[in-house]
């Protein structure tokens, strides 16, 4: 028979959940990017958020595409910032504890691997659709669309399939432990809300960019309000750590 598993308190404080937290908030960058590349855009016409689609701000050559006059000057910025934005994730689903994900860095909270599956599984698999999010959008970024290439198109489907899901699951596990929990809760719902509207219609809708920012603006945004309570309650922890350390020192003189 094998030992029962033992309840411990994640280590919120360490080098390892800081970076993971700040890796994820790292996403917040794309919306400086997309507005810098916008500003350049040489098209015949200008770039209209609610009826251009994100995909043709990073299309390499000017001209038709999909019937799209596009022309992105800035296309190196807006694939990198994609990319970035997809290792952001990618780091963060890997440096990121599932145990201090069960309890949103509360101080003096214990995991019990055994005792609370259901949490552990839930953060584990918040981190396995992180990472796949992440991949996706990094997808997107090495793979433009106009470059004749698959990928891009099932990077954007990882991006906001997996990219959803993670946010429900971490919305629902949070409900309980920050006011923020119903915040990615519902950027988790409206993503999907938006991206089964998008399947059901083909984005044969008057402002397919608007739907389209639907599907993508609330995972950018969920899974940086996420790493914003994470990096906030860790540095909190951090310092507490070291006024402590700090205090025990005086005591000893």
Same mark, same amino acid.
């Given at each position: 028979?094998?030992?029962?598993?033992?309840?411990?308190?994640?280590?919120?404080?360490?080098?390892?959940?800081?970076?993971?937290?700040?890796?994820?908030?790292?996403?917040?960058?794309?919306?400086?990017?997309?507005?810098?590349?916008?500003?350049?855009?040489?098209?015949?016409?200008?770039?209209?958020?609610?009826?251009?689609?994100?995909?043709?701000?990073?299309?390499?050559?000017?001209?038709?595409?999909?019937?799209?006059?596009?022309?992105?000057?800035?296309?190196?910025?807006?694939?990198?910032?994609? @990319?970035?934005?997809?290792?952001?994730?990618? +780091? *963060?689903?890997?440096? !990121?504890?599932? %145990? =201090?994900?069960?309890? &949103? #860095?509360?101080?003096?909270?214990?995991?019990?691997?055994?005792?609370?599956?259901?949490?552990?599984?839930?953060?584990?698999?918040?981190?396995?659709?992180?990472?796949?999010?992440?991949?996706?959008?990094?997808?997107?970024?090495?793979?433009?669309?106009?470059?004749?290439?698959?990928?891009?198109?099932?990077?954007?489907?990882?991006?906001?399939?997996?990219?959803?899901?993670?946010?429900?699951?971490?919305? @629902?596990?949070?409900?309980?432990?920050?006011? +923020? *929990?119903?915040?990615? !809760?519902?950027? %988790? =719902?409206?993503?999907? &809300? #938006?991206?089964?509207?998008?399947?059901?219609?083909?984005?044969?809708?008057?402002?397919?960019?608007?739907?389209?920012?639907?599907?993508?603006?609330?995972?950018?945004?969920?899974?940086?309000?996420?790493?914003?309570?994470?990096?906030?309650?860790?540095?909190?922890?951090?310092?507490?750590?070291?006024?402590?350390?700090?205090?025990?020192?005086?005591?000893?003189?």
């Amino acid at each position: 028979m094998s030992a029962p598993a033992v309840a411990f308190i994640p280590d919120t404080t360490s080098a390892r959940q800081y970076f993971g937290a700040w890796s994820v908030l790292s996403v917040l960058q794309y919306f400086a990017a997309e507005t810098a590349v916008i500003g350049a855009w040489a098209g015949p016409r200008p770039y209209d958020r609610r009826t251009g689609y994100i995909s043709d701000l990073g299309a390499v050559q000017c001209g038709i595409y999909d019937g799209r006059d596009v022309c992105s000057p800035l296309h190196l910025l807006m694939n990198a910032s994609f @990319v970035v934005q997809g290792l952001g994730m990618l +780091l *963060g689903a890997m440096l !990121l504890g599932s %145990g =201090l994900l069960c309890v &949103a #860095a509360r101080p003096g909270a214990r995991v019990h691997p055994g005792r609370y599956r259901k949490p552990w599984l839930a953060a584990l698999w918040f981190r396995v659709l992180t990472g796949t999010a992440g991949a996706g959008t990094m997808m997107v970024g090495l793979f433009p669309e106009d470059a004749g290439s698959q990928w891009h198109f099932a990077g954007a489907l990882m991006y906001f399939i997996a990219g959803s899901a993670a946010l429900l699951l971490l919305g @629902v596990l949070w409900l309980n432990q920050t006011p +923020l *929990g119903w915040f990615i !809760l519902v950027c %988790g =719902l409206a993503s999907l &809300a #938006a991206l089964v509207t998008g399947g059901l219609t083909h984005m044969d809708v008057p402002e397919p960019g608007t739907l389209e920012r639907l599907m993508g603006y609330p995972v950018t945004v969920g899974v940086a309000a996420a790493g914003l309570v994470i990096a906030q309650r860790v540095h909190r922890h951090r310092k507490q750590r070291r006024a402590q350390a700090a205090a025990d020192v005086r005591t000893q003189y």
